[in-house]
């Protein structure tokens, strides 16, 4: 009797079949991956490749799923070339983007993979795949991430053969969406101070590639899409599928629609320049891409992200922690740093309520602009006679952490180092040497050169109290070279390259765990899921104008969490010379980390009130900004008011920010219906001034979201924000 009960329990525990993430139908080869409330199903068909069947809503049934079959062919196409393959290698009649190409030794470039087995663990799922002939294995790796529907796959590719095998392209997936005509395509274009502006267009049939050949992430494009159909969705429904690469290197999305109406995204390591040999057994490993789906618009596929980005990627994602403000003095000295201006900006940016205080560009070396010191990471004795220690005294005494700029990865060849190390520097002998920024790169791929910029970094750290460093990266790859190794393996700087500085951020954060970092690539340059999980923030732009950064920081929203998209206070006219009053900048930089980079020399009295209200203002709604969830109302792009809406974890408090930027002489603001909300709740709305329209000051969710709010926004620049916090 004991045992009976005994196992009744135990299997009563037991997950049921249905509710684990991962099922395998073995009757049907079916791989069943459930992530929130989408699935993903993969088969093996009859062919024994590895097919694509189904990425949507969740559906309810296993028995709904039938086998995988391939697709019909005829004298011009192939079976497996009409079929949506998971991970098709380049061979046999495949004529669209692959997701693996290799050459081997002998000149043999033809690849077929077909599936030999798997393996399920929890939430993992790996398949694995292997040449018909030779031993080139590929392991599908695929992982679920129930809290927020998001999936991830990569692939790991080994050379089992007795001879070299050099690949030629690796991606990290391709996702299909259902067949059919018309699908839009969402994704990110810019360049720099202009960075992530949300493009949006017709897939067209053929290819469209978007891409970075720079060895960074770019500011010209992110590695970020999104899917609909035929622009049947927009913020608040419709079926969307998004996708965002985990690679701070060289990229490339390949969109295309086969004459056959299939829309396909195949991303991954960039092909250009690529070529990556491995020895008899060696292995490497794709970028690992990580894709989405919703069936209720692009609003909600924007928060799974931020919630998987702040809940599963970022540094602090087991006990997340607010974001602080910061006080950063680029804009105000740029190079002419010195320890006596840095204090009095210090003892100003405390009284304000900053929380770090950041010294930027031309502490070290003969940085006195920007055409030398870059490589010699000693402090300038001039500006500093006493080192770094009195000031961070200072700033520490003021109750602020201090912050660091550096930027590790270049030298300027008027520097101590390039004299000491020519060859250090990226370049093909006896070829020119292209300066951006008046700078070159070290070679990081080199590991000798990987482990001095640690050295003298791990230095810096433990002789400072320093919390907070800045890494910047302020041009692109040009001339590739790495003359010292053999030709056929140069090529594999662009990716040891970005591996040698991942390494960098993951050591100096295991050892030193106080110390967080910001992303800064000349502004928005390396922002990507490959760089998240080891920076707290980044630097959204360089372009710190208000009005142009609204723009800016809305297509950063389609991808990234507000939490992690640092957002400055800066003076005016700025950048295109437009000036927007002192409250609007606040409140459109408070929509995201929020920063000061402004002179606070040239402040008078009313900018120090208005900056210490709005600074108290912003620690209140931070947790609802930074750790909420954001429903962009009003788009920059399409209205002459740009609104957003935060709605806080526990959904107490919601924060709306409004701008008014070309207002049609009598034209009132359009209504705000909020989102997000309890309909039956009561809410006190406490607007920042006098701009709401009407006395009400305890509705419901109901009215808010349904009867909406009116703003008296007039002319051109004006901007408001509104509290609403629940009343029980
Ligand atoms: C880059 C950064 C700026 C600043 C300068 C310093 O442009 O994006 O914020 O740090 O470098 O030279």
Redesign the pocket.
Known sequence: MRWTFAMAAFLAMLPSVEAQPIRYLADKQLWVLESGESSYVVGVNELNRLQHVYWGKKLARNEDFAPARSARDFAFESREGMTTEEYPGWGGMRFYEPCLKVTREDGVRDLALKHVSHEIRGETLEIRLRDINDDIRVTLVYRVWPRTGIISRHAVIHNGTKQQVVVESAQSAVWYVPAGDGYRLSHLAGHWAGETQLVREEIQPGRKVIESRRGNTSHQANPWFAIDERGAADEEHGRVWFGALAWSGNWKFVVERTPYSQVRVTGGYNDFDFAYPLKPGESFSTPVFYGGFTAAGFGDASRRMHRFIRDEILPDRAAPRPRPVLYNS?EATTFDVNEAGQKALADKAAKIGVELFVM??GWFGQRND?HAGLGDWYVNPKKFPNGLKPLIDHVNKLGMKFGL?VEPEMVNPNSDLYRAHPDWAIHFPGRPRTEGRNQLILNMARDDVKEYIYGLLDKLLAENNIEFI?W?M?RHFTEPGWPNVPPTEQKKIWVKYVNNVYEIFDRLRGKFPRVEIES?S??GGRVDLGILPRVHQV?TS?NTEAFDRLRIQEGFSFAYAPKVMMAWVTDVPNMNGRSTSLKYRFLAAMQGSLGIGANLNHWKEDDYKLATEMIALYKRIRGTVQHGDLYRLLSPSESDVTANQYVSEDGKQSVVFAFRHSQQYLRPAPTLYLRGLDEKALYRIQPIDDKLIGDQRTVSGSYLMNRGLNLRLGGDFDATAVVVERAE
Request: hydrophobic share 25%; proline share 0%; aromatic share 24%.
């Open positions: 680029w930027d560009d920007d700029w800045k910047d302020n800064c000349g502004g630097w360089d």
